[in-house]
T-cell receptor, first 112, second 113 residues
Framework: GQQVMQIPQYQHVQEGEDFTTYCNSS?????IQWYKQRPGGHPVFLIQ?????EVKKQKRLTFQFGEAKKNSSLHITATQTTDVGTYFC????????????FGKGTKLTVNP | DAGVTQSPTHLIKTRGQQVTLRCSPK?????VSWYQQALGQGPQFIFQ???????QRGNFPDRFSGHQFPNYSSELNVNALLLGDSALYLC????????????FGEGSWLTVV
């Protein structure tokens, strides 16, 4: 599967500030998923986006899938220290044996 | 409803030794994949098992092997351990089918000394 490029690689914010991470693909994606990994933890599934232009919200988190299905973003409003971690948007191969292809993700640190 | 469970959580091995890691998939899931995550990197796909057969394999040497049992649980074996095999080994499970959510276990931290 085509690796999705994610920016920025690192982001440090003050608690209460907003945060956005972007994922871009050179090819059209059938879907995109987001995972969060806390320091010392494991990737935790957040959401999957499937439809062109889709927007989904989970409390302070807003996920978007681009109209062309080549990019996606995760926006966190008013960050909290609990938001610390690395956010991944792996691409997904298609076919009978799907696998996730991860980049390095965006590492978010929050200063209290 | 138990999620993906892995054991052991932490282990230390000596270079050249062999290690076996175990995984029980989430209830109702039939597909198990293994990933290796080095420090500061994203997880890298090792291989996937479905119906007790390896369906797909990533770019890992033959020292890495696996097995899936009739109850869908799985093992990852690594022979002739190298220092570079030190990593977090993640098991992921899903139900076969396009677009089904893939869930990760908490991982097994392997340190090779």
């Amino acid at each position: 599967g085509q690796q999705v490029m994610q920016i920025p690689q690192y982001q440090h914010v003050q608690e209460g500030e907003d945060f956005t991470t972007y994922c871009n693909s050179s090819t059209t994606l059938s879907n995109i998923q987001w995972y969060k990994q806390r320091p010392g933890g494991h990737p935790v599934f957040l959401i999957q986006l499937v439809k062109s232009g889709e927007v989904k919200k989970q409390k302070r988190l807003t996920f978007q899938f681009g109209e062309a299905k080549k990019n996606s973003s995760l926006h966190i409003t008013a960050t909290q220290t609990t938001d610390v971690g690395t956010y991944f948007c792996p691409s997904r191969t298609q076919g009978g044996s799907e696998k996730l292809v991860f980049g390095k993700g965006t590492k978010l640190t929050v200063n209290p | 409803d138990a999620g993906v469970t892995q054991s052991p959580t932490h282990l230390i091995k000596t270079r050249g030794q062999q290690v076996t890691l175990r995984c029980s998939p989430k209830s109702g899931h039939d597909t198990v994949s293994w990933y290796q995550q080095a420090l500061g990197q994203g997880p890298q796909f090792i291989f996937q098992y479905y119906e007790e057969e390896e369906r797909q394999r990533g770019n890992f040497p033959d020292r890495f092997s696996g097995h899936q049992f009739p109850n869908y649980s799985s093992e990852l074996n690594v022979n002739a351990l190298l220092l570079g095999d030190s990593a977090l080994y993640l098991c992921a499970s899903s139900l076969v089918g396009v677009g089904n959510t893939i869930y990760f276990g908490e991982g097994s931290w392997l340190t090779v000394v």
